[in-house]
T-cell receptor
Framework: QQKVQQSPESLIVPEGGMASLNCTSS?????YFWWYRQHSGKSPKMLM?????GEKEEGRFTVHLNKASLHTSLHIRDSQPSDSALYLC??????????FGDGTQLVVKP | EAAVTQSPRNKVTVTGGNVTLSCRQT?????MYWYRQDTGHGLRLIHY???????QIGDVPDGYKATRTTQEDFFLLLELASPSQTSLYFC???????????FGAGTRLSVL
């Protein structure tokens, strides 16, 4: 069973709109979370990390983490066509293994 | 930006063939990882390592061996390749804090 589940599988938002992506872990040993972005034909690159409860904002990107429910979300405001990519949620466990979900494919339509 | 180099970039082999994928990082990172990515899916962890001579098992290790010969070099070995191992393989490295994974450009492997 996959340790990290992401939703939705795909998302279409208009340019300038808000995109909201979700990620939950089913493994109680998970402690840290990351969001990676992978443009088509490229390798993943880290977008944001969050290790403690609460919210973290960097420019147009905001991540939330609820450690009790092992749920994190990524919100992209004022979405741009260049934000179109596969967004991958990652989590690490107590054995330092880093697991990824299947991703959310985001399309931002001009 | 941290540097992770994978070779070859593309590889075609036949069922039962022997394949070695190479990864070198020049970041002085402790951790190195091998993942596979199938079309439309995320990354699945095959093996990872804390340092030279260390090997840890990931989520999908069957059919794969790995060896970390030096701090810089991590190899993935497929000794009897099967068509189910056709995939895009990524190597990554991170420092001891594991704050960020730095990925190589990937190796696309086809097993016919």
């Amino acid at each position: 069973q996959q340790k990290v589940q992401q939703s939705p599988e795909s998302l279409i938002v208009p340019e300038g709109g808000m995109a909201s992506l979700n990620c939950t872990s089913s493994d109680r040993n998970v402690d840290y979370f990351w969001w990676y972005r992978q443009h088509s034909g490229k390798s993943p690159k880290m977008l944001m990390s969050i290790f403690s409860n609460g919210e973290k904002e960097e420019g147009r990107f905001t991540v939330h983490l609820n450690k009790a429910s092992l749920h994190t979300s990524l919100h992209i405001r004022d979405s741009q066509p260049s934000d179109s990519a596969l967004y991958l949620c990652a989590a690490s466990d107590s054995n330092n293994r880093i697991f990824f979900g299947d991703g959310t494919q985001l399309v931002v339509k001009p | 930006e941290a540097a992770v180099t994978q070779s070859p970039r593309n590889k075609v082999t036949v069922t039962g063939g022997n394949v070695t994928l190479s990864c070198r990082q020049t970041n002085s990172h402790n951790y190195m990882y091998w993942y596979r990515q199938d079309t439309g899916h995320g990354l699945r962890l095959i093996h990872y390592s804390y340092g030279a001579g260390n090997l840890q098992i990931g989520d999908v290790p069957d059919g794969y061996k790995a060896t970390r010969t030096t701090q810089e070099d991590f190899f993935l070995l497929l000794e009897l390749a099967s068509p189910s191992q056709t995939s895009l393989y990524f190597c990554a490295s991170s420092d001891a804090s594991q704050n960020t994974l730095y990925f190589g450009a990937g190796t696309r492997l086809s097993v016919l």
